[in-house]
């Protein structure tokens, strides 16, 4: 596999690198591997802090900046970062009126946030959590580590950054978040595997003829293999179980994403078939993104992330944003 | 007979753990490949290598401090879920310790059920769930029933390694309930599972250590 990389044990610190001379309105903390804003803001308000393995770009650097994230953690690729690093991100953005950590749920992830946030706590550091499940394709929660946390994230860390910077206080802000993970699901597939740099192969095989329903974001088996199809039917695969799982009917901020080895007018083209079928299933599409927002590598394929909203949610969702991944109003 | 363990065994016993994860870290990442990421064998070794690393830059003289010295060092070298995992293993067994020098029989197998209490705390682990609980909870059971049967140290952590050991070959026909393993459901079952067979290096070589220091 080909990649634009020099030693593959580097990568997440020339990556970083690049971050820092190309984005000069973020501060990067290359021991800890942490992308904080240049100018912090205004003290008293809360502060949002996420992060976990390398990977997914722009998730989650990318989202640091005036109306998302204050400080995003970056663990190696596909591993979730280490209790002590994501201390000091959270120590580094604290503005004295406390600090969210979002969490995508996976074993390792919520392991280290959870220590980290009592490490916080003994420092005096108020520490509020939510941890995000949205993945419909883990069908069964009760004997497995839950839901992963995929595409909802993204939603997620914009609609609590815009509550953050309003000035709301941590109580209401988990609760805004806790309810965000509530009324939002997905559900990805894969055309391709992808590839670990420091693997130097495809996580796993498969066939040219053949596509992957249900993955995550790490290159983990999804729920079933099935010959390709043409993407009519792969938006039905993946409108259908979101819909089977939660009444979405109303107005709704859907995300088509690319995984990060799809074109744009691939993306587009899905965009307009799930648009058509979530429209006729009663869901009023109130705000879109289309592109690559939480990706896996060079993993060919998208995802499909439907959040209910309502006139809050789209005024947050409206809110000024600054980011390198995400930018409107500002 | 031997009455108790002191820090230069415990200090011993993290060498051997050293030793051992490195040498069977292709075996350990084997078994999570089958099933998890590919990575446990890597981690672990590195995450042993710093705390050696660190220990040998001055090691704290009580059991405590070294105990909680290994706990904090995985904790922010290993990453994933093994990291919090055996660094919460580690910190309550040196909370349970205290600031001693040696610990006798009694006392190790309350830091070792500390740990274990910890590891179930952190992890929500329940046995049969396929993880390192499968190893750790019949050999702390194990040593706890030696002590109580007049067992001295050698022959209790003895009792201990081996009741992991089985604990582990146990895991292999379960279907895992946690981790990332859990995702593959009926496919799981067939693989050990990697977390007990590093916790079971864990007490193997806790039993070379205490049978070497009271030679």
């Known amino acids: 596999m080909k990649k634009l990389i020099n030693n593959p044990a580097d990568v997440l610190d020339e990556s ?30 809360v502060a949002v802090v996420s992060g976990g393995g390398s990977g997914h770009e722009p998730l989650h650097g990318g989202y640091v900046g005036p109306g998302m994230l204050d400080a995003a953690v970056a663990g190696e690729v596909f591993t979730s970062p280490t209790p002590d690093r994501v201390q000091a991100a959270t120590k580094a953005v604290d503005r004295g009126a406390g600090v969210l950590h979002i969490v995508k749920n996976y074993t390792g992830d919520v392991l280290n946030f959870e220590m980290a946030a009592e490490l916080a706590e003994m420092e005096g550091i108020e520490v509020g959590t939510v941890i ?18 995929v595409g909802l994230t ?32 997905s559900m990805g597939m894969a055309l391709t595997s992808c590839t670990v740099p420091a693997a130097g192969k495809p996580t796993f095989d498969l066939p040219d003829d053949q596509m992957e329903i249900g993955i995550g974001i790490h290159g983990e088996p999804g729920r079933h293999r099935e010959p390709l199809a043409p993407a009519s039917e792969i938006a039905r695969q993946l409108v259908e179980p979101i819909l089977a799982d ?43 993104l289309v592109g690559d927002y939480i990706t896996s590598l060079d993993m060919a394929g998208c995802s499909l992330t439907v959040l209910k909203a309502d006139d809050e949610l789209l005024r947050l969702w409206d809110a000024p944003v600054n980011t390198p991944g995400l930018r409107w109003g500002a | 007979m031997m009455a108790s363990v002191d820090t230069a065994a415990l200090l011993d016993w993290i060498h051997r753990f050293r030793d051992v994860v490195t040498e069977k870290r292709d ?90 209490d910890g590891i179930v705390a952190r992890g929500k682990a329940e046995a049969g769930d396929k993880t390192m609980f499968d190893a750790m909870a019949p050999a702390v059971d194990a040593l706890d029933a030696a002590i109580a049967g007049g067992a001295d140290l050698v022959a209790a952590t003895e009792a201990a390694a081996q009741a992991a050991a089985a604990g582990r070959d146990a895991t292999l026909p379960l279907v895992a309930r946690k981790g990332r393993a859990s995702y593959l459901g009926e496919r799981s079952a067939g693989h050990l599972d990697p977390g007990s067979a590093s916790t079971t290096l864990l007490l193997e070589t806790l039993a070379q250590a205490t049978a070497d220091s009271s030679r």
Do not use: C
């Open chain 2, 27 to 116: 075996w350990l990442t084997e078994l999570d490949s089958a099933i998890g990421d590919a990575d446990h064998g890597a981690n672990m070794a590195r995450g042993m290598d710093a705390v050696v690393a660190k220990l040998d830059a001055g090691a704290p003289a009580t059991a405590d401090e070294l105990l909680k010295t290994v706990g904090m060092t995985l904790v922010s070298s290993v990453g994933g879920a093994s990291g919090p995992l055996y660094g919460t293993l580690f910190l309550r067994m040196g909370m349970s310790a205290g600031p001693v020098t040696e610990l006798d029989a009694t006392a190790l197998a309350a830091s070792l059920r500390a740990g274990l």
């Open chain 1, 16 to 45: 970083l690198r690049g971050v820092a001379l190309a984005h000069p309105e973020l501060s990067v903390d290359f021991e800890n591997h942490v992308i904080t804003r240049a100018t912090p803001k205004d003290a008293g308000k």
């Open chain 1, 154 to 185: 993204v939603l997620l860390e914009k609609l609590v950054g815009a509550a953050a910077e309003e000035g709301q206080d941590l109580a209401s802000i988990v609760e805004l978040a806790t309810r965000i993970n509530g009324q939002g699901r």
């Open chain 1, 246 to 288: 939660l009444d979405l009917t109303g107005p709704a901020i859907v995300m088509l994403n690319g995984m990060g080895g799809s074109p744009l007018i691939e993306l587009y083209l899905m965009y307009g078939e799930v648009a058509a079928l979530l429209e006729k299933a009663g869901v009023q599409i109130a705000r879109t």
């Open chain 1, 132 to 149: 995000v499940d949205d993945d419909v394709a883990v069908q069964d929660s009760l004997y497995t580590a839950g839901r992963r946390g």
